[in-house]
């Protein structure tokens, strides 16, 4: 890593305003009321199917709300001209693949699309973002590889890499650490804290959003249960209570950040 991450635009706070998403008849989010702060880092956890994916489609406006809003600084982000939203969020997604076999480089490179027009190429400080942002990723040698060739580990750091470039007010990542080993999970989230960007990503592993985010929304059925930092939220009752299990929580002994021991045998007799 360079140690010098790929700076985003100003920063902006994102509050989903007492959001709704119906779907078939079927509610797959009520009226979720959650603030992230410009510039730290909110995760959504929760079981499958609770919500979370649903509620980030509508942040990066794959999906429109039935009701209530995403606002960016107070502003709908429904109103927004699509360039000047796609300049504002950046969006790390679970179907961020791609049949087409463009070079790892020619892929961190769409990022900057929202900022250029018609077919104008890269000026020569977009062209150090894109190599910055490949550094930080450890991706940079697989400039010249075919996206298709790579790994899936390396071609999700190719999109965060891509997403990193796009210089965004909002970053919103989905399961961003699927397919990467421990190294390259604790190399990405060490990077969203020092982006600067406002964060809100979905995470599935409890430890690692307990070390990486300042608050913590907890999804269940569509319903946000819990908000806060992940000391107060991510406790043995409300993991009980949520996710089914039993755990034991402990500090990290050099961080102090909570972490959940789970127990093998905690499902034993339940369905």
Known sequence: MTGHPTPPTRPARLRLDALRVTIDGRALVRDLSLEAGAGRVTGLVGPNGSGKSTALRCVYRALAPTGGAVRLDDRDLLTL??????????????????????????IVALGRTPHLRGNQPLDARERDLCRRAMADLDVLHLADRGVLTLSGGERQRVLAARALVQEPAVLVLD??????????????????????????????????????????????????????????????????EVFGVDATVVPHPLTGAPQLLYSLHSLEGRP
Do not use: Y
């Not at 390259?184 to 990503?201: D, E, F, N, P």
């Open 175 to 240: 399961e961003p650490t699927n397919h990467l080993d421990i190294r390259h999970q604790i190399q990405l989230l060490s990077l969203l804290r020092r982006t600067g960007a406002t964060v809100l990503v979905v995470l599935h592993d409890l430890n690692l959003a307990a070390a990486v985010c300042d608050r913590v929304g907890v999804l269940a059925d569509g319903t946000l249960v819990a908000a806060g930092t992940p000391g107060d939220v991510l406790t043995p009752e409300l993991v009980r």
């Open 81 to 106: 001209p699509r360039r000047e939203s796609a300049r504002s969020v950046a969006a790390l997604t679970q179907e961020n693949g791609t049949e087409l076999d463009f070079t790892a480089w020619e």
